[in-house]
């Protein structure tokens, strides 16, 4: 796991920190872990996650598309996840970029989509002709170590923050309504995966194996093996990986799925309170919005900001309440009109 | 600090600040970071605020906290040995290219007696060419010191063991200054640590136990505040 950016000091300083005493090269303790901040909106299904200093971005977007022939029933979830060239100089050489893009990708996919976080059959609109795709891309924009904890924390926020478009089936006729028909409703989010990853290291002088709770640039740079689990809130273990040839008795891992659990409800509960201070904006809350004052991420910066982005909201919103669903904003929540990003079928 | 209220003080690159300089009645206006005369102005060439006197403290740009270093003659940086060659070594000191360190450029060394420098090793060395077009020229040679690069006791060279951090170009800056010495000396009666500091924003820290270099590499760490 060698880290070109990395000084051949730097690796040999994280070990010799745990040598003296499972010591870690940031004065963590080794089941220590770094502040954790979510942040959501302002478009539905769009989340960022800081882990220390690493950062990562990620967004849901829902298209209605058709479903594979021999899976006439489900919906599709895509996941894409990236390294940004933002997130270091090592992400701008080819060869180090395709390959980790590809392991975090693999990762994610293993944690969201083989845990069957979102639940496909729930994603069908019209069996075999009509189904819901879920599309997830991930960013990392700031790297110093975890990528993968990070991005799950972020993958599951986006999803339950994320929104899709309501329908309305009479037979074989499917009417996808827009948003400001309808309230776009949440996706069918049946659990919140959170990873907890480690990094492996073996000190052959000693025999001695060090695991430390998410890893920094530094320790990645220096690590044997690297061990991620994953787990719900419902004390669920969902998945486990290990990788590098750092041999691992059966009581370590119990010891390191204990830790998952533990962290499974931290994130949860952080995600759950960051959903709640930062809800995903309704249109119909917002009262009739022109759209020249809605922020549209997908067109390039024109002209003046819009004047919701100094967090205070625009003079044309009126706030309505559906259903007690959205509550009144108050002066510093973040409350911009999501842009119309839903690719609305016609009439099939 | 520019006296005049009304005067624009903060730039962008390529921006001149001929109107800022209306207040300076000097003949003689002493220039420093960040600024540059192209076509017979005054320009900036990063972005900030403009700072500084022309007389006791020179003209600058107090830029906003950068991590990415550019090479200047007589900056003392520390680097990440990257490349080793027949005749020297490529070494990352931070900026956009790799400088060179040629291999007899250190204290003494002769064809004989030379450092075989491993890669990912970290050295201590004076920038001794630097252009914007052109890679930058390093060397762990200190003109007028006799010592030899063998015992260690030179100035440049290989730094062993430690732990090295990164900070923003201002900060190591603030450092070097008298006013950092003091504080770093102030830390040094707490906790027993040599450092090298580099103006490239990387700074190596060596104290006698894993602990010890932990607890300084945090203090300093937590201690950078941006600009």
Redesign the interface.
Known sequence: MVNERLSRNEREFVRSCLQEGGLRADGRSLDGTRPLTVRLGPAPGLAEVTLGSTRCVAQVAVDATTPFPDRPEEGLVTISAQFSSLAGEQFTAPTWYGMRDDELTRSIERTMRDTRAIESESLCILAGKLVWAVRISVQIIDYDGNALDAATAAVSAALLHARRPDVTISGDDVRIHSAEEREPVPLPVVHTPVTASFATFEDTASGRIYLALDPSLQEEGAMDGSLSLSANIHQEICGIYKAGGVPLEAATILRCAQLTLARAEEVTLDIQQALRLQPTAGMLTLGSVVPDTVTDLSEPNTAEPSPTENNAPGPKRQKRSVAGEHPASSGDNDLQPPPNQYELATNH | MATSETANTFFVPGEAIDEALHWIDEEEIRIGDGLEEVGGRLRATVAGALRGDGRSVPLHIQAASRRRYTAAREDAVVG?V?ERHADGFRVDVGGGELANLAALAFQGASKRNRPQL?????VFARVVFAHRDMEPEISCVEEGSVKSWVTGEALYGE??????IRVPLHFARALLHPTGTTRMTELGREVAFESVVGVNGWI?IRAE???D???V??ALSAAVVPH
Do not use: D, E, M
């Not at chain 2, 491993?118 to 970290?122: C, D, K, L, R, T």
């Open positions: 990440i990257r491993a890669i990912g090793s970290v730094l062993k063991g430690g732990q090295l190596w136990s894993c602990q270099t932990v607890r590499a945090a």
